[in-house]
Protein backbone atom coordinates (compact mmCIF):
# COMPACT_ATOMS: atom_id res chain seq x y z
CA UNK A 1 0.00 0.00 0.00
CA UNK A 2 1.68 3.63 -1.04
CA UNK A 3 1.37 6.46 1.13
CA UNK A 4 -0.81 8.66 -0.89
CA UNK A 5 -3.65 5.35 -0.44
CA UNK A 6 -3.12 5.14 3.23
CA UNK A 7 -3.65 8.88 3.83
CA UNK A 8 -6.90 8.23 1.85
CA UNK A 9 -7.78 5.60 3.87
CA UNK A 10 -7.15 7.62 6.72
CA UNK A 11 -9.24 10.45 5.71
CA UNK A 12 -12.27 7.64 4.84
CA UNK A 13 -12.07 6.65 8.38
CA UNK A 14 -11.84 10.19 9.92
CA UNK A 15 -15.56 10.72 8.40
CA UNK A 16 -17.27 7.94 10.14
CA UNK A 17 -19.81 6.10 8.70
CA UNK A 18 -21.36 7.01 5.70
CA UNK A 19 -24.66 5.55 6.16
CA UNK A 20 -24.87 6.54 9.68
CA UNK A 21 -24.18 10.03 8.46
CA UNK A 22 -26.60 9.86 5.17
CA UNK A 23 -29.58 8.60 8.09
CA UNK A 24 -28.46 11.61 10.19
CA UNK A 25 -26.92 9.60 13.13
CA UNK A 26 -23.95 11.88 12.81
CA UNK A 27 -20.34 10.59 13.42
CA UNK A 28 -19.73 7.02 14.66
CA UNK A 29 -16.29 5.15 13.82
CA UNK A 30 -16.06 3.29 10.97
CA UNK A 31 -14.52 0.41 9.07
CA UNK A 32 -13.30 0.75 5.84
CA UNK A 33 -15.44 -1.17 3.34
CA UNK A 34 -14.08 -2.01 -0.11
CA UNK A 35 -16.72 -1.98 -2.72
CA UNK A 36 -16.37 -4.93 -4.93
CA UNK A 37 -16.34 -4.37 -8.85
CA UNK A 38 -19.04 -7.10 -10.04
CA UNK A 39 -16.74 -7.17 -13.43
CA UNK A 40 -13.88 -8.06 -11.23
CA UNK A 41 -15.32 -11.50 -10.37
CA UNK A 42 -16.22 -12.98 -7.06
CA UNK A 43 -14.30 -11.74 -4.18
CA UNK A 44 -11.93 -9.48 -5.75
CA UNK A 45 -11.61 -6.37 -4.38
CA UNK A 46 -11.32 -3.05 -6.84
CA UNK A 47 -9.14 -1.31 -5.11
CA UNK A 48 -7.93 0.87 -2.07
CA UNK A 49 -9.44 4.02 -3.44
CA UNK A 50 -13.03 2.34 -4.24
CA UNK A 51 -14.04 2.54 -0.37
CA UNK A 52 -16.76 3.71 2.00
CA UNK A 53 -16.59 4.06 5.51
CA UNK A 54 -19.20 1.97 7.87
CA UNK A 55 -19.95 1.40 11.16
CA UNK A 56 -19.56 -2.49 12.41
CA UNK A 57 -22.74 -2.41 11.89
CA UNK A 58 -23.72 -1.53 8.91
CA UNK A 59 -20.18 -2.80 7.56
CA UNK A 60 -20.38 -6.57 9.36
CA UNK A 61 -23.41 -6.80 11.81
CA UNK A 62 -26.84 -8.52 11.19
CA UNK A 63 -28.16 -5.13 9.53
CA UNK A 64 -25.08 -4.32 7.69
CA UNK A 65 -23.76 -4.98 4.39
CA UNK A 66 -22.14 -8.39 4.95
CA UNK A 67 -24.33 -9.53 7.07
CA UNK A 68 -27.66 -9.17 4.90
CA UNK A 69 -25.82 -9.07 1.12
CA UNK A 70 -25.72 -6.03 -1.17
CA UNK A 71 -29.25 -6.47 -2.55
CA UNK A 72 -31.15 -6.66 0.96
CA UNK A 73 -28.73 -3.96 2.18
CA UNK A 74 -29.62 -1.39 -0.86
CA UNK A 75 -33.61 -2.43 -0.32
CA UNK A 76 -33.20 -1.76 3.28
CA UNK A 77 -31.32 1.53 3.17
CA UNK A 78 -32.40 3.15 0.11
CA UNK A 79 -29.24 3.33 -1.17
CA UNK A 80 -26.74 2.35 -2.91
CA UNK A 81 -22.61 1.64 -2.25
CA UNK A 82 -22.22 3.35 -5.06
CA UNK A 83 -23.93 6.81 -3.73
CA UNK A 84 -22.50 6.23 -0.57
CA UNK A 85 -19.57 6.49 -2.35
CA UNK A 86 -20.05 9.17 -4.39
CA UNK A 87 -21.62 10.68 -1.09
CA UNK A 88 -17.94 10.13 0.79
CA UNK A 89 -15.93 11.27 -2.48
CA UNK A 90 -18.39 14.88 -2.15
CA UNK A 91 -17.13 15.56 1.01
CA UNK A 92 -13.22 15.13 1.02
CA UNK A 93 -13.88 16.96 -2.39
CA UNK A 94 -15.88 19.85 -0.34
CA UNK A 95 -12.87 19.56 2.74
CA UNK A 96 -9.79 20.96 0.32
Do not use: W
Not at 45 to 63: D, F, K, Q, Y
Amino acid sequence: MTNEEKRFLNAIANLGCALCRKMGYGESPCEIHHIRNIGLGMGVRNSNTNVIGLCPEHHRGATGFHGMGRKAFERKYGVTQEELLQDTLDLLDDGK
